[in-house]
């Protein structure tokens, strides 16, 4: 009886290191079987940050879900994934769900959906994607970016929509309590927005610049954090 236990366990770890990452890496092919970015990346290659010039099929990926409002990818790391705009009516329904609304622990990127009414154009855009600790699918090098040294060579961000492509700048990182609550997403003006981004910038783990930048569209990434229990990477970006 215990070595059938122990089969059925170890049948299952297969099944999740095997079919859970090539589900996830099947947000990296467009409808015609062609690779995204992340899986083309070469150091010695400078790519270009038109997304014009890239090959995200929005119309497939559209028809796969209409949640879906932008793509983000980072050089030279793992993250080259969709997003797609959480619901009121479910605000963590893609905590546990993909980008096909199939039930799935490691989910898929998504903005908070209190930021639904001017989507990636909202002055602080809340994004929320899964670190799953064994690896580095989803957010899970957003971890690092409270060391120096990684977000300095790491500190460029691209979030392609269909109309634009934003050109985000790490700023700054910190390791939050998970039940700490931090994150904030109205805002009366952009000089409110500037206001509460100081006191974050200031008291952040992790800042590459001696002052707060100004924007008009600050990113706020967040992920889990394995230093201890329940802790919580937020990573801002500004444009």
Request: hydrophobic fraction near 35%; aromatic fraction near 14%.
């Amino acid at each position: 009886m215990r070595n059938k236990i122990i089969i059925i366990v170890v049948l299952i770890g297969i099944f999740l290191l095997l079919f859970v990452p090539i589900r996830i890496m099947d947000y990296s092919a467009s409808s015609s079987g062609s690779s995204h970015l992340s899986s083309q990346y070469d150091s010695s290659v400078s790519y270009p940050a038109d997304l014009n010039d890239n090959d995200i099929d929005w119309a497939y990926w559209s028809s796969v879900n209409s949640d879906l409002v932008g793509w983000i990818y980072i050089p030279d790391t793992h993250v080259d994934y969709p997003i797609v705009q959480a619901q009121e009516s479910d605000p963590e329904f893609y905590l546990t769900h993909d980008i096909y609304k199939n039930w799935n622990y490691c989910g898929c990127p998504y903005l908070d959906a209190a930021d639904a009414p001017n989507g990636l154009n909202s002055l602080n855009c809340v994004i929320f994607g899964h670190n799953l600790g064994w690896n580095q699918l989803m957010f899970g090098d957003f971890e690092y970016y409270p060391d120096p040294s990684f977000a300095e060579n790491h500190r460029t961000i691209y979030i392609y929509t269909p109309s634009d492509t934003k050109v985000l700048t790490v700023a700054a990182a910190s390791i939050i309590d998970g039940s700490s609550n931090t994150k904030r997403t109205a805002f009366s003006n952009p000089l409110d927005l500037n206001k509460w981004f100081v006191v974050q910038f200031n008291s952040a783990n992790m800042s590459l610049d001696p002052t707060a930048p100004t924007t008009t569209n600050l990113f706020t990434f967040c992920t889990c954090s394995y230093g201890s229990n329940n802790e919580r990477t937020i990573t801002y970006a500004c444009k």
